[in-house]
């Protein structure tokens, strides 16, 4: 094993480590970073929310693209990068996890209390009664509504939104909400152009203000969002470590950096510095 490697197996065996992950930890659950090293870019533009809660047509767009993703999302399952963190967590080594993923798979894995800063694809709420429900009880609906709906899955985006020709969108009919009858429906994630949740925020600050290190995973830090954690460690003088393939917008701030496979390097480091190995 690399220096950098040793270095962070130290980091992380002192404990009150603080994790912020983003979509590089789940491609190896074949979920697409779209930042990430194959560099694939999205082949369109991510939806705002104005565009989402003003235009009907973009919102039946959003809808039978992410009615073709989830099935790609809910099949998805926990790597071993995510089996690695809850290990750690259970060993007593983290402070807490911030995850910028709305696939779940973190919890999935076993971890438990982790802050999910853009929210969660598998809850949806109605913007008119606030009723709250879960997506697989959409999904159902929208199968229903949407009969032999069967466009072709090419390319799934880690907001489950999927590329789809604007022809197959044509006739995809939306539900609304079940119990007002009228709300419109919106799944439980941040979307562009709207703001993370202030408390959700200042949660994830707090945790970061009180670890001896933060540990990036996954994340080439492009949007604010994340990268801001990044920088008030750094501000603070916390140690901070990034396992990323690829550059990273927050690498001046590393203490150390590891270019490599998220997958097997962190079922590494669990296996160094958890107490239990990891199951065969
Ligand atoms: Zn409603």
Redesign the pocket.
Known sequence: MSEAFEALARLVAAGDVVVLSGAGLSTESGIPDYRGPSGASRRHTPMTYQEFTRDPLARRRYWARSHLGWQMIARAAPNEGHRAVARLQAAGLLGGIITQNVDGLHTAAGATGVIELHGRLDEVT?L????ATGREELHRRLSEANPGFDARVAHVNPDGDVDLPDEAVTGFRTVD?A?????MLKPDVVFFGETVPALRVADCFALVEGARALLVLGSSLTVMSGRRFVLRAARHGIPVAIVNQGVTRGDTYAALRLDAPLGATLRALADRCAAAPAPV
Do not use: I
């Open positions: 109605c008119d009664c606030g009723n909400c119990l007002c009858g009228t709300g």
